[in-house]
Protein backbone atom coordinates (compact mmCIF):
# COMPACT_ATOMS: atom_id res chain seq x y z
CA UNK A 1 0.00 0.00 0.00
CA UNK A 2 1.16 3.33 -0.84
CA UNK A 3 2.33 5.23 2.62
CA UNK A 4 1.03 8.61 1.11
CA UNK A 5 -1.91 8.44 -0.81
CA UNK A 6 -2.36 11.96 -3.81
CA UNK A 7 -6.02 12.75 -4.45
CA UNK A 8 -7.32 13.13 -7.12
CA UNK A 9 -4.73 10.83 -9.46
CA UNK A 10 -5.55 12.98 -12.50
CA UNK A 11 -7.47 16.21 -12.70
CA UNK A 12 -8.51 18.16 -15.75
CA UNK A 13 -9.62 21.73 -14.91
CA UNK A 14 -10.53 24.95 -17.15
CA UNK A 15 -8.06 27.35 -17.72
CA UNK A 16 -8.84 29.75 -15.11
CA UNK A 17 -10.39 27.51 -12.51
CA UNK A 18 -9.08 27.01 -8.82
CA UNK A 19 -8.02 23.15 -8.11
CA UNK A 20 -6.39 21.37 -5.20
CA UNK A 21 -4.76 18.24 -4.55
CA UNK A 22 -4.27 16.72 -1.42
CA UNK A 23 -1.56 14.65 0.16
CA UNK A 24 -2.43 12.12 3.15
CA UNK A 25 -0.41 10.15 5.59
CA UNK A 26 -1.59 7.49 8.26
CA UNK A 27 2.28 8.67 9.78
CA UNK A 28 3.42 12.17 11.26
CA UNK A 29 5.22 13.79 8.00
CA UNK A 30 8.83 14.84 9.24
CA UNK A 31 8.90 17.80 6.24
CA UNK A 32 6.71 17.71 3.06
CA UNK A 33 7.85 18.85 -0.47
CA UNK A 34 5.35 19.22 -3.34
CA UNK A 35 7.41 19.03 -6.97
CA UNK A 36 6.07 18.95 -9.95
CA UNK A 37 7.02 17.04 -12.68
CA UNK A 38 7.05 17.57 -16.98
CA UNK A 39 6.49 13.88 -18.12
CA UNK A 40 9.77 11.43 -18.15
CA UNK A 41 11.66 14.89 -16.80
CA UNK A 42 13.43 15.47 -13.29
CA UNK A 43 11.15 17.13 -10.50
CA UNK A 44 11.07 20.82 -10.04
CA UNK A 45 11.04 21.86 -6.49
CA UNK A 46 8.06 24.26 -5.10
CA UNK A 47 7.94 24.51 -1.29
CA UNK A 48 8.30 22.36 1.84
CA UNK A 49 6.44 22.72 4.98
CA UNK A 50 7.66 21.82 7.93
CA UNK A 51 5.75 22.76 11.08
CA UNK A 52 1.79 22.15 11.64
CA UNK A 53 -0.52 24.92 10.34
CA UNK A 54 2.34 26.13 8.11
CA UNK A 55 0.95 27.54 4.54
CA UNK A 56 3.63 28.87 2.08
CA UNK A 57 2.91 30.62 -1.47
CA UNK A 58 4.93 30.82 -4.34
CA UNK A 59 3.28 32.92 -6.87
CA UNK A 60 -0.61 31.50 -7.73
CA UNK A 61 0.48 27.87 -5.50
CA UNK A 62 -0.06 27.92 -2.06
CA UNK A 63 0.48 24.75 0.21
CA UNK A 64 -0.15 24.29 3.68
CA UNK A 65 0.44 21.44 6.56
CA UNK A 66 -2.14 20.90 8.60
CA UNK A 67 -2.18 20.98 12.39
CA UNK A 68 -1.82 16.72 13.15
CA UNK A 69 1.10 16.70 10.65
CA UNK A 70 -0.45 14.27 8.64
CA UNK A 71 -2.22 16.20 5.40
CA UNK A 72 -1.08 18.60 3.02
CA UNK A 73 -2.88 20.32 0.82
CA UNK A 74 -1.38 22.35 -2.47
CA UNK A 75 -3.89 25.30 -4.06
CA UNK A 76 -3.29 26.65 -7.30
CA UNK A 77 -5.44 29.67 -7.97
CA UNK A 78 -6.90 30.91 -11.69
CA UNK A 79 -4.89 28.22 -13.69
CA UNK A 80 -2.99 28.62 -15.95
CA UNK A 81 -1.31 26.17 -19.27
CA UNK A 82 2.04 26.24 -17.37
CA UNK A 83 0.44 24.72 -14.29
CA UNK A 84 0.19 21.66 -16.52
CA UNK A 85 2.36 18.41 -15.15
CA UNK A 86 2.24 16.36 -12.36
CA UNK A 87 2.53 17.06 -9.00
CA UNK A 88 4.05 14.98 -6.23
CA UNK A 89 4.19 15.56 -2.43
CA UNK A 90 6.56 13.34 -1.11
CA UNK A 91 7.72 13.41 3.02
CA UNK A 92 9.81 11.86 5.77
CA UNK A 93 7.96 9.70 7.45
CA UNK A 94 8.51 8.10 10.95
CA UNK A 95 11.67 6.65 12.09
CA UNK A 96 13.16 6.76 8.09
CA UNK A 97 12.23 10.21 8.02
CA UNK A 98 16.30 10.57 6.60
CA UNK A 99 14.75 10.21 2.84
CA UNK A 100 11.70 11.17 1.16
CA UNK A 101 8.81 8.72 0.07
CA UNK A 102 6.88 9.79 -2.89
CA UNK A 103 2.78 9.83 -3.25
CA UNK A 104 2.01 8.72 -6.59
CA UNK A 105 1.32 11.78 -8.32
CA UNK A 106 -1.31 13.73 -9.59
CA UNK A 107 -1.55 14.53 -13.59
CA UNK A 108 -3.18 17.93 -13.97
CA UNK A 109 -4.19 19.12 -17.50
CA UNK A 110 -5.23 22.68 -17.87
CA UNK A 111 -7.78 23.38 -20.41
CA UNK A 112 -7.86 26.81 -22.52
CA UNK B 1 25.20 26.99 -9.33
CA UNK B 2 24.94 23.92 -11.10
CA UNK B 3 22.00 21.37 -9.55
CA UNK B 4 22.29 18.02 -9.73
CA UNK B 5 23.90 16.58 -12.72
CA UNK B 6 22.61 13.25 -14.46
CA UNK B 7 23.95 11.77 -17.57
CA UNK B 8 22.80 10.52 -20.12
CA UNK B 9 19.16 12.39 -19.95
CA UNK B 10 17.76 8.86 -22.76
CA UNK B 11 19.23 5.62 -23.14
CA UNK B 12 17.44 2.67 -25.12
CA UNK B 13 19.26 -0.76 -24.63
CA UNK B 14 18.48 -4.27 -25.88
CA UNK B 15 17.21 -6.49 -22.79
CA UNK B 16 20.56 -8.65 -21.53
CA UNK B 17 22.35 -5.54 -22.17
CA UNK B 18 24.25 -3.68 -19.26
CA UNK B 19 23.70 0.14 -19.09
CA UNK B 20 25.12 2.67 -16.01
CA UNK B 21 23.80 6.08 -15.36
CA UNK B 22 26.38 9.02 -13.12
CA UNK B 23 25.41 11.59 -10.99
CA UNK B 24 26.96 14.54 -9.58
CA UNK B 25 25.42 15.92 -6.63
CA UNK B 26 25.19 19.14 -5.61
CA UNK B 27 28.59 20.75 -3.73
CA UNK B 28 28.89 20.03 -0.41
CA UNK B 29 25.95 17.38 -0.51
CA UNK B 30 26.73 14.96 1.39
CA UNK B 31 23.75 12.53 0.71
CA UNK B 32 22.95 11.20 -2.24
CA UNK B 33 20.05 9.30 -3.58
CA UNK B 34 19.29 7.12 -6.46
CA UNK B 35 15.62 6.87 -6.95
CA UNK B 36 13.31 4.92 -9.76
CA UNK B 37 10.24 6.08 -11.24
CA UNK B 38 7.79 3.86 -13.30
CA UNK B 39 5.37 5.29 -15.72
CA UNK B 40 2.36 6.72 -13.55
CA UNK B 41 3.71 6.40 -10.02
CA UNK B 42 6.05 8.26 -7.73
CA UNK B 43 9.62 7.87 -7.40
CA UNK B 44 10.59 5.04 -5.01
CA UNK B 45 14.19 4.74 -3.41
CA UNK B 46 17.15 2.39 -4.54
CA UNK B 47 19.74 3.62 -2.23
CA UNK B 48 20.99 6.21 -0.54
CA UNK B 49 24.64 7.61 0.33
CA UNK B 50 26.37 9.13 3.24
CA UNK B 51 28.82 10.06 1.78
CA UNK B 52 30.66 7.17 -0.02
CA UNK B 53 28.91 4.63 2.27
CA UNK B 54 25.52 2.99 1.18
CA UNK B 55 23.47 3.12 4.50
CA UNK B 56 20.20 2.37 3.10
CA UNK B 57 20.09 -0.31 0.22
CA UNK B 58 17.38 -2.34 1.15
CA UNK B 59 14.78 -1.79 -2.11
CA UNK B 60 18.06 -2.01 -4.35
CA UNK B 61 17.77 -5.70 -6.94
CA UNK B 62 20.98 -6.37 -5.84
CA UNK B 63 21.25 -9.72 -8.18
CA UNK B 64 21.73 -7.01 -10.96
CA UNK B 65 21.87 -3.74 -9.56
CA UNK B 66 25.02 -2.31 -8.63
CA UNK B 67 25.82 1.66 -7.61
CA UNK B 68 29.07 3.04 -6.29
CA UNK B 69 30.46 6.57 -4.58
CA UNK B 70 33.78 5.84 -4.23
CA UNK B 71 34.96 9.90 -3.47
CA UNK B 72 31.55 10.53 -1.66
CA UNK B 73 31.09 12.99 -4.41
CA UNK B 74 29.71 11.18 -7.90
CA UNK B 75 28.06 8.55 -8.51
CA UNK B 76 27.33 5.60 -11.03
CA UNK B 77 24.16 3.07 -10.77
CA UNK B 78 24.67 0.30 -13.12
CA UNK B 79 22.26 -2.01 -14.17
CA UNK B 80 23.17 -5.87 -15.79
CA UNK B 81 21.70 -7.46 -17.58
CA UNK B 82 18.79 -5.05 -17.84
CA UNK B 83 15.37 -6.37 -18.31
CA UNK B 84 12.10 -5.06 -20.41
CA UNK B 85 10.82 -4.05 -16.36
CA UNK B 86 13.85 -1.94 -16.10
CA UNK B 87 12.43 0.55 -18.51
CA UNK B 88 11.55 3.31 -16.13
CA UNK B 89 13.12 7.01 -15.48
CA UNK B 90 15.79 6.85 -12.87
CA UNK B 91 16.57 9.80 -11.06
CA UNK B 92 19.51 11.02 -8.83
CA UNK B 93 19.06 13.26 -5.49
CA UNK B 94 21.09 15.16 -3.26
CA UNK B 95 20.76 16.62 0.13
CA UNK B 96 22.23 18.58 2.83
CA UNK B 97 22.57 16.08 5.32
CA UNK B 98 21.04 13.87 7.41
CA UNK B 99 18.17 15.61 9.18
CA UNK B 100 15.21 15.01 9.81
CA UNK B 101 13.67 16.15 7.42
CA UNK B 102 16.59 16.68 4.95
CA UNK B 103 17.25 19.67 4.43
CA UNK B 104 17.66 21.08 0.35
CA UNK B 105 16.66 17.95 -0.91
CA UNK B 106 17.01 18.55 -4.76
CA UNK B 107 16.50 16.16 -7.99
CA UNK B 108 18.49 16.02 -11.23
CA UNK B 109 16.53 16.11 -14.90
CA UNK B 110 16.79 12.23 -14.79
CA UNK B 111 17.76 9.25 -16.90
CA UNK B 112 15.04 7.76 -19.02
CA UNK B 113 15.79 4.03 -19.78
CA UNK B 114 14.13 2.14 -22.52
CA UNK B 115 14.56 -1.36 -22.63
CA UNK B 116 13.90 -3.17 -25.41
Known amino acids: SQELEQSPQSLIVQEGKNLTINCTSS?????LYWYKQKYGEGLIFLMM?????EEKSHEKITAKLDEKKQQSSLHITASQPSHAGIYLC????????????FGQGTRLTINP | EAGVVQSPRYKIIEKKQPVAFWCNPI?????LYWYRQNLGQGPELLIR????????DSQLPKDRFSAERLKGVDSTLKIQPAELGDSAVYLC??????????????FGSGTRLTVV
Open chain 2, 93 to 106: ASSLHQARPPIGYT
Open chain 1, 27 to 31: KTLYG
Open chain 1, 49 to 53: LQKGG
Open chain 1, 90 to 101: GAGLGQGAQKLV
Open chain 2, 27 to 31: SGHNT
Open chain 2, 49 to 56: YENEEAVD
